[in-house]
C-alpha cells in the first residue's frame, strides 16, 4: 500500500519499477474513462441526438462551441489552479464533476439542458484528466518525458478504439422507427457512474512531484551542478532549473508559435470530433459503421502516440510535431474525396499515424522549452489562443459546406504545422547538468542526450 507519507524507498520503485512510470499509466486510465466518452463519443452521440432529439447539426455544434469559450475563459485558472492547488486534488475535482455531467446528461430535455451539461462536462475533463496528468508527468520526467506523455495519451487512443464502439453498441441505432438497445440515456448513465466511482480511488494514487518524497525526475540522481549561467532566449538570464515561470513564458516568442501551431493542428481533430459523425450519415453510413471507423482511426493513433513519443526523446521535437501535423492535412483532403469504405478507411489510416504522432508531442514541447515549475498554467494561457482557433473551425463547418470547410480546415492546420518550423532549439529542456548525472550512473550517454532537445 502506498500512503501520501511513505518514505523514499517504498515509493522510489513499486514492484521494480520507477514510480513515474505507474503514474503515466494511472494516466491512460484516467484518459480513457474520462475525456474518451465525451470528445471521441461526439462522433456517436451527435447523430443519436439528432436523430432522437430531433437538433440539428447547428444547434449541436454549439455544445462544443461552449464547451470551447469555457476552455478559453477558464483555462489560465485551471492550469494556475493544478500548478498551485495540485493535480491529486484537481483530479478528484475534475473526475467528480466530469461523473455528474454524465449523470445529468442521461436527463436531458432541452437543448439548453445540453448546453448547460456539456460545459460542465468539458470544465470536469479539463481540470480533472488531461491538464493535471500532463503536469504529473512532466514533473516526474525530463529525458523521457515524451514517452511517458505518450503513455498517458495511449489511455485516450486505446479508449478511442473501444469505446465508441462499446457506446454504438449499447445505443443501437439513430432509427427513430428502430428499437434501442439499451438506449443513449442509459449509455450516458453508466458512463457517469462508472466516472463517480472511480474518482476517488484513483486521485488516492497521484503524487504530484517526484522531490515530495525525494526522489528526482527519471528515478535519476540528483543533477549536477551547472557550471556556466546560461542565457534565455532574449539574451537575459536564462530560467533557473525548475523552469519558466508563467510571466517569462508569455513574453518568448516560442510561446505564441506553440499556442497557435497547436490550435491550428488541432481543429482538425475537434472539427472531425464535431462533424465526422454527421458527414458519415449524410454519405448513407450506419452508426456501427461511423463508430468502427472512429475506432479505425484511434486504433492506429495507439501506435503512433507512442512512436512519436519515442522518437521525440530522441530527435529534435519540433520537426516531429511539424511532420505529423503535416500529415493530418493530408488526411483531411482524402476525407473529401471519401464516399466508399475503403477510402473512408485510408482517411482513417493517415487520420490516425497523424494524429497520434502529434498527441503526446504537442504536450511535452512545452515541457522540453519551458521547463517543470509553472507547466500547467503555461498550457492553461495558451488555451486561450488555442480555443478561440478550436471554436472557429467547427462553427465554420456547421454553416459552410462540408467541401469547402475541410479544405479550409486542412490548410489551416498546414499553416501550424510550419510555425513549430520556426522554434530555435530549447534553452531549457531538461535539468541542469542531467546528462553528467545520466553519464555517471551507467545512463545514456552525453552525447546521445543532446539529441533528444
Not at 241 to 257: D, I, K, L, N, P
Not at 333 to 345: D, I, K, Q, Y
Request: glycine share 12%; with cysteine; hydrophobic share 50%.
Amino acid at each position: 500500500m502506498i500512503g501520501a507519507g511513505n518514505p523514499t524507498g517504498a515509493l522510489g520503485r513499486v514492484r521494480g519499477l520507477y514510480y513515474g512510470w505507474w503514474l503515466a499509466a494511472l494516466g491512460a486510465l484516467i484518459m480513457a474513462v474520462g475525456p474518451v466518452p465525451l470528445f471521441s463519443g461526439m462522433t456517436v452521440w451527435n447523430p443519436v441526438l439528432r436523430a432522437r432529439m430531433m437538433w440539428s447539426k447547428d444547434q449541436l455544434v454549439w455544445a462544443f462551441a461552449l464547451g470551447r469559450i469555457e476552455g478559453g475563459l477558464f483555462g489560465p485558472l485551471e492550469g494556475w489552479l493544478v500548478d498551485n492547488v495540485g493535480p491529486r486534488r484537481m483530479v478528484l475535482f475534475g473526475m467528480l464533476i466530469l461523473g455528474a455531467g454524465f449523470v445529468l446528461f442521461s436527463m436531458i430535455q432541452e437543448l439548453w439542458h445540453l448546453y448547460a451539461v456539456f460545459v460542465m462536462m468539458t470544465l470536469g475533463a479539463a481540470a480533472g484528466t488531461w491538464m493535471p496528468m500532463m503536469s504529473v508527468v512532466n514533473q516526474w520526467f525530463a529525458r523521457r518525458r515524451s514517452t511517458a506523455m505518450a503513455v498517458v495519451m495511449e489511455g485516450f487512443a486505446v479508449g478511442g478504439v473501444i469505446v465508441p464502439l462499446a457506446m454504438a453498441w449499447s445505443i443501437g441505432s439513430t432509427d427513430v422507427l428502430e428499437a434501442e438497445r439499451f438506449g443513449w440515456r442509459a449509455t450516458a448513465l453508466g458512463i457517469g457512474v462508472l466516472i463517480l466511482c472511480l474518482a476517488l480511488p484513483v486521485s488516492r494514487l497521484v503524487r504530484n512531484k517526484p522531490e515530495d518524497y525525494g526522489l528526482h525526475p527519471d528515478g535519476d540522481p540528483a543533477p549536477a551542478v551547472q557550471r556556466t549561467p546560461s542565457k534565455g532566449p532574449s539574451g537575459e538570464p536564462a530560467p533557473d532549473e525548475v523552469g519558466y515561470t508563467w510571466q517569462q513564458a508569455v513574453r518568448t516568442q516560442m510561446f505564441w508559435f506553440m499556442a497557435i501551431g497547436h490550435g491550428c493542428s488541432a481543429c482538425v481533430l475537434v472539427t472531425l470530433t464535431v462533424h465526422l459523425g454527421l458527414l458519415l450519415d449524410d454519405r448513407g453510413f450506419s452508426l456501427e459503421t461511423i463508430g468502427l471507423v472512429v475506432s479505425a482511426y484511434t486504433g492506429v493513433s495507439a501506435v503512433f502516440v507512442l512512436i512519436g513519443g519515442y522518437l521525440a526523446d530522441r530527435f529534435p521535437i519540433r520537426f516531429e510535431v511539424f511532420a505529423f501535423s503535416a500529415l493530418q492535412t493530408v488526411a483531411v483532403f482524402v476525407l473529401l474525396a471519401a464516399h466508399t469504405l475503403p477510402m473512408v478507411f485510408l482517411f482513417a489510416l493517415l487520420m490516425g499515424a497523424g494524429f497520434g504522432g502529434r498527441t503526446a508531442t504537442s504536450s511535452s514541447i512545452r515541457g522540453a522549452y519551458f521547463g517543470r515549475r509553472a507547466f500547467a498554467s503555461i498550457t492553461g494561457l495558451s488555451m486561450v489562443p488555442m480555443n478561440a482557433l478550436l471554436l472557429a473551425m467547427p462553427l465554420f463547418a456547421a454553416y459552410v459546406s462540408y467541401d469547402i470547410s475541410f479544405v479550409v480546415v486542412g490548410l489551416v492546420c498546414l499553416f501550424g504545422s510550419a510555425l513549430y518550423l520556426f522554434l530555435g532549439d530549447p534553452t531549457y529542456g531538461r535539468l541542469q547538468g542531467a546528462p553528467d548525472a545520466v553519464e555517471n550512473s551507467g545512463g545514456v550517454a552525453k552525447g546521445e542526450d543532446q539529441t533528444r532537445r
